[in-house]
């Protein structure tokens, strides 16, 4: 007997992708909250604290290029699970942490194992989702990232305030576990699934950019990936604007206590406000290009650096916080940043599935991260570094000028007629998309 079909499965599929990305920045954002608690007990200064900062960072960059080569290759069900086991048992690990070298050492485990997050994210999207729609889905996954991070400062307080900030890592870790199983359980690609109606399958089929349908089924090298302009229209792009979201995810908290004298408390109510614009910044830029092609007839790609643009010129929020005296101004200006990044993050990430084809957009997501994490590394280090002798506020005009020039390295590099020279056949596509 033929099995029932569900209506958009693949508005499901990204749901249950959307859970687990919640599930992935709830652990990482847990440090960001717990960091005043841990500065004292633990003895830390703010070069101490980059140092643990940068530890995840650095890890998750080299991490990132080897998780997308390892979902690429044994794919994306097996190899996500592995990952997100992974960083639940790392997260739950910073429990025993007795200094800050064991500190960063555990953290540095969780970066190791959660640079799978966008990779499989991705690859996932590329294979479920039509090119027109993948903004809009990208939107949805990347909301998971500002709901964990949201979720993260009640919830990380509520347990230092009630337990000890031991309990809080445990509980933001191990929820990780449940989602494991249910993602080896409900995850199928389409061609596997089968709840899957042949009209939406064939709805998505039709649906795929020139660089899917080119895509001959051999994985693309590193190399290979490398030598494409597009990867550089990408890469320096993330270079460039992950230093925001790192130093958004892992300093406001310490800067509104440090500097704007908030208590942990007033951190459990307000430092959230900036996550919730976030999502609201993933959702927006995700119809953002829908729009754009509408309103002005442009190209699908035009339409992923119209909105990386308008996310860069954003920017101007957070760049503009030591202009106000009152620390509730300061957090809605952060809210103006978090919601411009995430505009043109999630852009980013749909760039890479418009313009590599699925046998090699894990491996160029994982590669484009390395660099944008890199790029936060170097950031953090900066900011524990400089942060107490000339204060934050230069560092907050920096991140405005850094996505100004992603935004102008984008228009630069990418264009809708993408032509490599590369000897992966999967890559010599013209790769030309039309609205």
């Known amino acids: 007997m033929q099995r029932k079909t569900i209506k958009g499965v693949r508005w499901w599929i990204i749901g249950l992708i959307m859970i687990g990305t919640i599930f992935n920045y709830l652990a990482r954002s847990s440090l960001a909250v717990a960091a005043p608690t841990l500065t004292e007990t633990l003895h830390m200064t703010t070069q101490q604290y980059s140092y643990v900062v940068t530890a995840f960072q650095a890890c998750y960059a080299l991490a990132q290029p080897v998780a997308g080569f390892v979902l690429d290759s044994v ?27 064991a500190l960063a050492a555990f953290r540095g485990m969780l970066g190791l194992t959660e640079a799978a997050i966008f990779p499989a994210g991705m690859k996932a999207i590329s294979a479920w989702f039509p090119a027109k729609e993948r903004s809009v889905a990208t939107g949805w996954l990347n909301t998971g990232t500002s709901i964990g991070a949201m979720l993260a400062p009640p919830l990380v307080v ?68 490398l030598k494409t302009r597009r990867f550089w229209g990408i890469g320096i792009p993330r270079m460039l604007a992950e230093p925001a979201w790192q130093t958004f995810g892992a300093w406001i908290p ?17 430092a959230w406000l900036p996550f919730l614009a976030a999502d609201l910044g993933c959702l927006v830029g995700g119809y953002l290009a829908p729009l754009f092609i509408r309103w002005f007839g442009c190209s699908l790609i035009t339409s992923r650096k119209l909105v990386i643009t308008t996310g860069a010129l954003l920017m101007v929020g957070p760049a503009c916080v030591g202009l106000v005296a009152s620390p509730y101004a300061a957090i809605a200006l952060f809210c ?45 280090l900066i900011v524990g570094a400089v942060a107490s002798t000339i204060g934050y506020n230069p560092l907050f005009v920096c991140l405005m000028l850094f996505d100004i020039i992603g935004a102008c390295v984008a228009w630069r590099l990418i264009s809708n007629e993408q032509k490599d020279n590369t000897a992966n056949p999967t890559l010599q596509s013209s790769h030309k998309v039309k609205a």
């Open 336 to 380: 103006v940043g978090t919601f411009a990044h995430q505009t043109i993050s999630g852009a980013l990430f749909t760039l890479a599935s418009d313009v590599f084809g699925q046998h090699e957009v894990a491996t160029a997501t994982g590669l484009s991260g390395m660099f944008g994490y890199l790029g936060a590394t170097v950031f953090s």
């Open 158 to 225: 509520w347990c230092i305030l009630r337990f000890n900030w031991q309990f809080a890592f445990v509980l933001t870790g191990g929820g990780a576990l449940i989602w494991v199983a249910l993602w080896l359980v409900f995850f199928k690609m389409p061609a596997e699934h089968p709840r899957l109606s042949t009209e939406e399958a064939e709805y998505i089929r039709e649906g795929q950019t020139e660089a899917q349908k080119s895509s001959r089924g051999r994985r693309a090298s590193f190399k290979e990936v």
């Open 254 to 270: 310490l800067y509104m206590v440090t500097v704007r004298h908030m208590n942990l408390k007033e951190i459990a109510m307000f």
């Open 75 to 101: 794919g994306i069900k097996i190899g996500f699970a592995i990952f997100a086991f992974g960083w639940a048992i790392a997260n739950m690990l910073h429990g025993l942490a007795g200094s800050w070298p």
